[in-house]
């Protein structure tokens, strides 16, 4: 199960953080990897990126939010976040957090979804 | 980038019909494809994996099929539950294909 927090509303140029809780696995686990994706009228679904550990901790983003975006997680709370620098109205959307099975693109486990607003 | 097209839009079926939805990828991603069913006010729900595998939990009425750049997602004797927006994924998402009642 994946319950996300993090606020609703974020003014522009400043940085999105939402938090996703994880039970039943470990952010640590070498079979799957935690993804968030978000949704907008405008933009549809959209993979933003997602962090794994295999030896050691990796991150993938989308070219869309690369170097805005950082994805990454602690072992200790069994969590991993989303940051999003620089917001602008356009960032405005649900974001979800999953899981990502084995095979890729394999999203079986989502949270509830988080709506934000990015306005002044 | 791998752009993902779905067709049709909009498809208007009647209960116990069946539905059938395409999905076309810009390039070859073999048998990498998944299904997506998405209701009003709720996450993504996985239906389909590796083209033609079924998620756990989800009817046999439910089938996936293709590889390479073509993939077919068809629901047999449609339910009223599910009438939903489905979405799949190959690299990126498609734009996703509402099935109505008609």
């Known amino acids: 199960q994946l319950q996300q927090s993090g606020p609703g509303l974020v003014r522009p140029s400043q940085t999105l953080s939402l938090t996703c809780d994880i039970s039943?696995?470990?952010?640590?686990?070498?079979?799957?990897?935690w993804t968030w994706i978000r949704q907008s009228p405008s933009r549809g679904l959209e993979w933003l990126g997602k962090t794994y550990f295999k030896s050691k901790w990796y991150s993938d983003y989308a070219a869309a939010v690369k170097g805005r975006l950082t994805i990454n997680s602690d072992t200790s709370k069994n969590q991993f976040f989303l940051q999003l620098t620089s917001v602008t109205p356009e960032d405005t959307a649900v974001y979800y957090c999953?899981?990502?099975?084995?095979?890729?693109?394999?999203?079986?486990?989502w949270g509830q979804g988080t709506p934000v607003i990015v306005s002044s | 980038e791998i752009v993902v097209t779905q067709s049709p839009a909009t498809l208007s079926v009647s209960p116990g019909e069946r539905a059938t939805l395409s999905c076309r990828v810009s390039?070859?991603?073999?048998?990498?494809l998944a299904w997506y069913q998405q209701k009003p006010g709720q996450a993504p729900r996985l239906l389909i994996y590796n083209a033609s595998n079924r998620a756990t939990g989800i009817p046999a009425r439910f089938s996936g099929s293709g590889s390479g750049t073509d993939f077919t997602l068809t629901i047999n004797s449609l339910e009223p539950e599910d009438f939903a927006v489905y979405y799949c994924f190959g690299g990126t998402f498609g734009g996703g294909t509402k099935v109505e009642i008609k």
């Open positions: 999953a899981r990502e099975r084995a095979v890729a693109g394999t999203f079986d486990f």
């Open positions: 390039k070859s991603i073999s048998t990498y």
């Open positions: 039943g696995d470990r952010v640590s686990s070498n079979v799957v990897a």
